[in-house]
């Protein structure tokens, strides 16, 4: 269908952006941050380094996941489709003629033929179930430790007893603000969370969930650099900039007297 091509091709599309956007913000925090906040360029670089990675294998793969019954099917619509299932799925856990046969079934008018099909047989065992609870379960704690290393650094910048100039509480404070709404984007794989339920139990089926399931992660690494872009104001200053430069730039008319010319 067609619009299921301009969904991937639009996800594409994101999926370099993310990769862009990101690579940007790895060169900032390596060659344009102050030295009063270098410390955190590591926790940035890493982060930034992660999403370009993650949104790089969402263009790999762009995968679509059905979830039915007790099975989970995975449908690969990017460039992994060249190299095949046996080299790309090596470490798959079930068989894809398995599969197939388990979604059938479920999804009596979809055709499997000619797909790359991978995933899980049955989520009861004990390698899908860790998965799926890493997935979901683990996000809370993760995300409530980070809201309490940020309190705690805040907390510590603020004690009287640490003598540093505003401009350079200023900056911490942007930086921390930054990494803190970075911190809570994935937040919205919640959404994820809740259409896998809804799928995984029959309770609601549609291909939007399916393709959106997995592929719609790729908007955290699109978003993320932004948080360091609009709140930190080194980064800001320059990209601003940047741009500002490339609209001021007029092209130049340029003329020339010669045989069979006319002077401008």
Excluded at 125 to 134: E, N, P
Excluded at 208 to 217: K, P, R, V
Aim: charged share 10%.
């Amino acid at each position: 269908m067609w619009v299921d091509t301009f969904y991937w091709i639009l996800i594409g599309i994101i999926d370099v952006l993310a990769i862009l956007f990101n690579a940007l913000l790895i060169y900032l925090a390596l060659y344009r941050t102050p030295k009063m906040v270098r410390v955190y360029t590591t926790l940035i670089i890493n982060l930034a380094f992660t999403d370009c990675c993650s949104a790089f294998f969402n263009f790999f793969v762009q995968q679509r996941m059905i979830p039915s019954g007790f099975t989970i099917g995975y449908i690969s619509n990017g460039w992994c489709k060249v190299f095949g299932y046996h080299i790309l799925y090596q470490f798959a856990e079930s068989d894809p003629s398995e599969i197939v046969k388990l979604l059938q079934p479920y999804h009596p008018k979809y055709n499997f033929t000619g797909l790359t099909v991978s995933g899980v047989s049955d989520i009861r065992s004990v390698y899908a179930l860790y998965k799926i609870l890493q997935m979901t379960v683990m996000t809370i704690p993760i995300f409530s430790t980070i809201l309490f290393l940020r309190k705690k650094i805040i907390d510590r910048l603020l004690y009287r007893g640490i003598n540093i100039s505003l401009s350079t509480k200023s900056l911490h404070s942007q930086l921390l603000m930054a990494l803190t709404y970075q911190a809570l984007l994935p937040t919205l794989y919640s959404i994820n969370v809740i259409m896998y339920i809804l799928e995984q139990f029959g309770v609601y089926s549609t291909p939007i969930f399916e393709n959106f399931l997995m592929s719609g992660l790729v908007l955290i690494p699109f978003f993320s650099p932004f948080t360091s872009f609009f709140f930190f104001s080194p980064y800001k200053r320059i990209l601003l900039g940047m741009v500002l430069k490339n609209i001021n730039k007029q092209p130049m008319a340029t003329s020339e007297t010669g045989p069979g010319s006319f002077p401008i």
